[in-house]
């Protein structure tokens, strides 16, 4: 079984930083995309960045220049490094993966949400 598992959430004031983590662990045969989404109270589950396998980036224009995805292949690993966070930063964030399986099956996995709170 393949499962996605999230650190790095918590309190943080306005203007301050956070780093997540998401492990993915299991029968892997190959992660192609990663990303992180957030959903905030009332709202729907937004993306706020994905990295392809080769490194190419993509963000939401919400966090443009705050924000930096990064993963590493070796420890199936992908990262969210938040700088400069704001009170509307505030969230559950997921990870997401597209993986291959040890069977070859293709899958989608989400991690069960880390929390991340900025104060003003």
């Known amino acids: 079984q393949v499962q996605l598992v999230e650190s790095g959430g918590g309190l943080v004031q306005a203007g301050g930083s956070l780093r997540l983590s998401c492990a993915a662990s299991?029968?892997?045969?190959?992660?192609?995309?990663m990303g992180w989404y957030r959903q905030a109270p009332g709202k729907q589950r937004e993306l706020v960045a994905a990295i392809t396998s080769g490194g190419s980036t993509n963000y939401a224009d919400s966090v443009k220049g705050r924000f930096t995805i990064s993963r590493d292949n070796a420890k199936n690993t992908v990262y969210l490094q938040m700088n400069s966070l704001k009170p509307e930063d505030t969230a559950v964030y997921y990870c997401?993966?597209?993986?291959?399986?040890?069977?070859?099956?293709?899958?989608?996995?989400w991690g069960q949400g880390t929390l991340v709170t900025v104060s003003s």
């Open positions: 997401n993966a597209d993986i291959v399986d040890g069977s070859e099956r293709y899958l989608e996995v």
């Open positions: 299991g029968s892997i045969f190959s992660i192609n995309a």
